[in-house]
């Protein structure tokens, strides 16, 4: 979301407070600010209270690269009270330079252009969208379209609640009479009828479509695990559907952090609102994709669907409690982490080499047990020379299974001869865990 804000905007107010310095989310909202080519003007907050220290969050601020203007730097720190108001006009006037000196300017009597901030479905009025403006003047009953959403403005609310009928540049509103609910960070712009939205729409549509299904990857759940072993497996295909544009931004963020260079999760389709045929059209693509709904709850004709198309819907109302969910598929399809727990030593005191068959080392156990068919390592002088199996062990002439620590033995290895007096066997087991993201 601070991404999709920086995006949008041209001077980002980065608020930090002057009590508790640099936290990890003012560094994300630096990086975003910065990526986004945005000028920063920093407000210190709280310089009210008796433990704020200016002066040290200047210093974290310039050691992330963004030195005061104060320090011979070129970003403006301005003090700020969000309690008293002290230091508050300061920033409305140091914004207003910043904006004159970028001669950042919009026309009023243009086609309306903006970005929707964020969407969602309301009872009772359908999809909503929260839209800044950007160019132009938006009215009630323009026609609009924004990807694949499209319709006539209905109505418009601004931050206080009212119903207003037109919204000028820089200027946020709720808007209403869209087909559904468009994707945040998605253009708004107004067009001259709505037919021409409609057909933009569709356009878009098939184009989005026809993409995912073109992605799609069919493939049996019980396949995975060998398909991850054989380096066959591209992607996971995933529906993903949630309350709200943040939510659903949020969770899909976290679902292709988990990506790796085995398992791939691929959001083939998300979106705001609750399970539709159309999402299970996509499933019946890819027969056993994940379809994931966030606080949402699959209606009785979508349930007799799924089951018709033998699809599970998951549903969560807690995001880290479908993340977890993931983490474990994720984590149980990767090839295992194999890890190596050493079962003992023995050292070799003598060699014999008998023909056609090869060399037998005579050793001595100084530490656990030797077993045979076990891996071992050859350790010359400390480095090791050699990994393989022990094919033979014996005790006197008996062959054996094992041979413990304070006994004498003598071991063969698979196909590998060149062993020595002094060379040291250290037999090892694999022991392989699921891995845990």
């Given at each position: 979301?601070?991404?999709?804000?920086?995006?949008v905007?041209?001077?980002?107010?980065?608020?930090?407070?002057?009590?508790?310095?640099?936290?990890?989310q003012?560094?994300?909202?630096?990086?975003?600010?910065?990526?986004?080519?945005?000028?920063?003007?920093?407000?210190?907050?709280?310089?009210?209270?008796e433990?704020?220290?200016?002066?040290?969050?200047?210093?974290?601020?310039?050691?992330?690269?963004?030195?005061?203007?104060?320090?011979?730097?070129?970003?403006?720190?301005?003090?700020?009270?969000?309690?008293?108001?002290?230091?508050?006009?300061?920033?409305?006037?140091?914004?207003?330079?910043?904006?004159?000196?970028?001669?950042?300017?919009?026309?009023?009597?243009?086609?309306?252009?903006?970005?929707?901030?964020?969407?969602?479905?309301?009872?009772?009025?359908?999809?909503?969208?929260?839209?800044?403006?950007?160019?132009?003047?938006?009215?009630?009953?323009d026609?609009?379209?924004?990807?694949?959403?499209?319709?006539?403005?209905?109505t418009?609310?601004?931050?206080?609640?009212?119903?207003?009928?037109?919204?000028?540049?820089?200027?946020?509103a709720?808007?209403?009479?869209?087909?559904?609910?468009?994707?945040?960070?998605?253009?708004?712009?107004?067009?001259?009828?709505e037919?021409?939205?409609?057909?933009?729409?569709?356009?878009?549509?098939?184009?989005?479509?026809?993409?995912?299904?073109?992605?799609?990857?069919?493939?049996?759940?019980?396949?995975?695990?060998?398909?991850?072993?054989?380096?066959?497996?591209?992607?996971?295909?995933?529906?993903?559907?949630?309350?709200?544009?943040?939510s659903?931004?949020?969770?899909?963020?976290?679902?292709?952090?988990?990506?790796?260079?085995?398992?791939?999760?691929?959001?083939?389709?998300a979106?705001?609102?609750?399970?539709?045929?159309?999402?299970?059209?996509?499933?019946?693509?890819?027969?056993?994709?994940?379809?994931?709904?966030?606080?949402?709850?699959?209606?009785?004709?979508?349930?007799?669907?799924?089951?018709?198309?033998?699809?599970?819907?998951?549903?969560?109302?807690?995001?880290?409690?479908?993340?977890?969910?993931?983490?474990?598929?994720?984590?149980?399809?990767?090839?295992?982490?194999?890890?190596?727990?050493?079962?003992?030593?023995?050292?070799?005191?003598?060699?014999?080499?008998?023909p056609?068959?090869?060399?037998?080392?005579?050793?001595?156990?100084?530490?656990?047990?030797?077993?045979?068919g076990?891996?071992?390592?050859?350790?010359?002088?400390?480095?090791?020379?050699?990994?393989?199996?022990?094919?033979?062990?014996?005790?006197?002439?008996?062959?054996?299974?094992?041979?413990s620590?304070?006994?004498?033995?003598?071991?063969?290895?698979?196909?590998?001869?060149?062993?020595?007096?002094?060379?040291?066997?250290?037999?090892?087991?694999?022991i392989?865990?699921t891995?845990?993201?």
């Amino acid at each position: 979301m601070r991404k999709r804000g920086a995006q949008v905007t041209d001077i980002a107010i980065v608020v930090i407070a002057a009590d508790d310095g640099v936290k990890p989310q003012t560094i994300e909202a630096f990086k975003q600010a910065k990526e986004a080519g945005v000028q920063i003007i920093v407000a210190m907050n709280k310089i009210d209270k008796e433990n704020a220290n200016v002066d040290k969050l200047k210093a974290e601020c310039a050691e992330l690269g963004f030195n005061p203007r104060d320090w011979g730097g070129e970003f403006e720190f301005i003090p700020i009270s969000a309690k008293t108001g002290e230091g508050i006009d300061n920033l409305l006037e140091t914004i207003l330079i910043q904006a004159e000196i970028m001669e950042l300017k919009a026309s009023p009597n243009t086609t309306a252009k903006a970005v929707v901030l964020e969407g969602s479905v309301e009872k009772g009025r359908g999809a909503v969208a929260t839209v800044i403006v950007q160019n132009g003047t938006l009215k009630v009953g323009d026609p609009v379209v924004a990807d694949i959403a499209f319709g006539k403005v209905r109505t418009m609310t601004d931050d206080q609640g009212k119903n207003i009928k037109a919204l000028g540049p820089s200027e946020v509103a709720v808007i209403t009479g869209l087909s559904e609910v468009p994707m945040a960070g998605s253009v708004l712009v107004a067009v001259d009828s709505e037919n021409t939205a409609r057909s933009l729409a569709h356009k878009k549509a098939t184009y989005l479509r026809q993409k995912a299904l073109s992605k799609s990857t069919k493939v049996h759940l019980d396949e995975l695990a060998s398909m991850v072993a054989n380096k066959e497996l591209q992607n996971i295909p995933i529906v993903l559907k949630a309350d709200t544009q943040g939510s659903l931004e949020a969770i899909k963020h976290s679902l292709l952090a988990l990506n790796n260079e085995e398992v791939s999760l691929q959001v083939i389709s998300a979106g705001v609102g609750s399970i539709s045929e159309n999402d299970l059209s996509l499933v019946a693509n890819n027969p056993h994709a994940l379809v994931l709904g966030f606080n949402i709850r699959p209606t009785g004709n979508i349930r007799v669907k799924a089951k018709e198309l033998r699809v599970e819907i998951k549903t969560y109302s807690v995001i880290y409690a479908l993340i977890d969910d993931m983490k474990a598929l994720v984590g149980g399809l990767m090839s295992p982490v194999v890890e190596e727990e050493d079962t003992g030593q023995a050292e070799v005191r003598e060699t014999f080499v008998i023909p056609k068959v090869g060399t037998i080392a005579g050793c001595m156990v100084v530490d656990g047990v030797i077993n045979k068919g076990i891996k071992v390592r050859l350790i010359r002088e400390g480095v090791v020379v050699h990994v393989g199996k022990i094919v033979s062990l014996k005790r006197f002439k008996d062959d054996v299974a094992e041979v413990s620590k304070g006994y004498e033995c003598g071991i063969m290895l698979d196909r590998y001869n060149d062993v020595r007096v002094g060379d040291v066997f250290e037999s090892f087991k694999e022991i392989h865990k699921t891995r845990v993201l």
